[in-house]
């Protein structure tokens, strides 16, 4: 399991995960809820293609020419042979979501191979209070969507970008592939009483997350009731 922040903090979340191939999911129940369909914008079926690293399963083909910029000097695209085809079921986060009783989405994590964008337009009203989403900014995997559409998507719902890392060690100078963080926009009205509608949650996600100057700009704009108490946290990067 990857880890997404410190272990400290897990039990402060409820995770659900999604695995759509059974003996996978099988694993994951033991600790976790798990929704055992695959994800994307609407109920359907959907190949997904197994690839020798698990890493790089995904609904799409791995392509050639993007892995040869991604890494030149290596043999690194003999992991992502393929070597199943599985036709699978698939669900929104929405329905998934509605189905298990959740009212409200406070963290939200999709790396999903290309598949990102389709899933997140699955969405319906779980409006995240951070979301962190794997963007190829050069296509990995074939006839995916361009970064931006899915940049555009995020914006229109009032999303504004507050972080970004590299993920991988690339040889190439150019940014192949990274985790891209949202939060809602606080210049917004409607990103504004989002984030007012979960202060305690937005502020515990900004602090284990290392948001700690942001998190001091919009207390003090939004007047957050425990702002003076974030006014004075230490920022143990830039401090």
């Given at each position: 399991?990857?880890?997404?922040?410190?272990?400290k903090?897990?039990?402060?979340?409820?995770?659900?995960?999604?695995?759509?191939?059974?003996?996978?999911?099988?694993?994951?129940?033991?600790?976790?809820?798990?929704?055992?369909?695959?994800?994307?914008?609407?109920?359907?079926?959907?190949?997904?293609?197994v690839t020798?690293?698990?890493?790089?399963t995904?609904?799409?083909?791995?392509?050639?020419?993007?892995?040869?910029?991604?890494?030149?000097?290596?043999?690194?695209?003999?992991?992502?042979?393929?070597?199943?085809e599985?036709?699978?079921?698939?669900?929104?986060?929405?329905?998934?979501?509605?189905?298990?009783?959740?009212?409200?989405?406070?963290?939200?994590?999709?790396?999903?191979?290309?598949?990102?964008?389709?899933?997140?337009?699955?969405?319906?009203?779980?409006?995240?209070?951070?979301?962190?989403?794997?963007?190829?900014?050069?296509?990995?995997?074939?006839?995916?969507?361009?970064?931006?559409?899915?940049?555009?998507?995020?914006?229109?719902?009032?999303?504004?970008?507050?972080?970004w890392?590299?993920?991988?060690?690339?040889?190439?100078?150019?940014?192949?592939?990274?985790?891209?963080?949202?939060?809602?926009?606080?210049?917004?009205?409607?990103?504004?009483?989002?984030?007012?509608?979960?202060?305690?949650?937005?502020?515990?996600?900004?602090?284990?997350?290392?948001?700690v100057?942001?998190?001091?700009?919009?207390?003090?704009?939004?007047?957050?009731k425990?702002?003076?108490?974030?006014?004075?946290?230490?920022?143990?990067?830039?401090?």
């Open positions: 399991k990857e880890q997404h922040f410190l272990e903090y897990e039990k402060f979340f409820n995770p659900i995960m999604v695995e759509p191939i059974p003996s996978e999911a099988e694993k994951l129940k033991k600790k976790y809820t798990v929704i055992e369909k695959g994800l994307w914008s609407t109920n359907c079926i959907k190949k997904l293609y020798r690293t698990p890493g790089g995904s609904m799409y083909k791995p392509w050639k020419e993007g892995f040869d910029l991604y890494n030149p000097y290596d043999n690194y695209f003999r992991l992502y042979d393929i070597t199943d599985i036709d699978v079921e698939c669900t929104t986060i929405k329905d998934s979501l509605d189905n298990l009783n959740i009212r409200e989405l406070d963290y939200l994590k999709i790396v999903a191979q290309g598949a990102e964008y389709e899933i997140l337009k699955g969405i319906g009203n779980y409006l995240p209070l951070l979301i962190k989403i794997g963007a190829h900014i050069f296509p990995l995997y074939k006839d995916i969507p361009n970064w931006t559409e899915m940049l555009n998507y995020i914006y229109k719902l009032d999303y504004m970008l507050c972080s890392e590299k993920t991988g060690s690339h040889t190439t100078q150019s940014p192949m592939h990274m985790y891209m963080f949202f939060m809602p926009n606080f210049l917004t009205e409607k990103g504004k009483d989002l984030i007012l509608s979960r202060e305690n949650e937005f502020i515990f996600l900004m602090l284990i997350f290392g948001q100057r942001l998190l001091q700009t919009i207390s003090k704009k939004l007047e957050f425990l702002n003076s108490n974030i006014s004075k946290i230490r920022d143990k990067f830039f401090d």
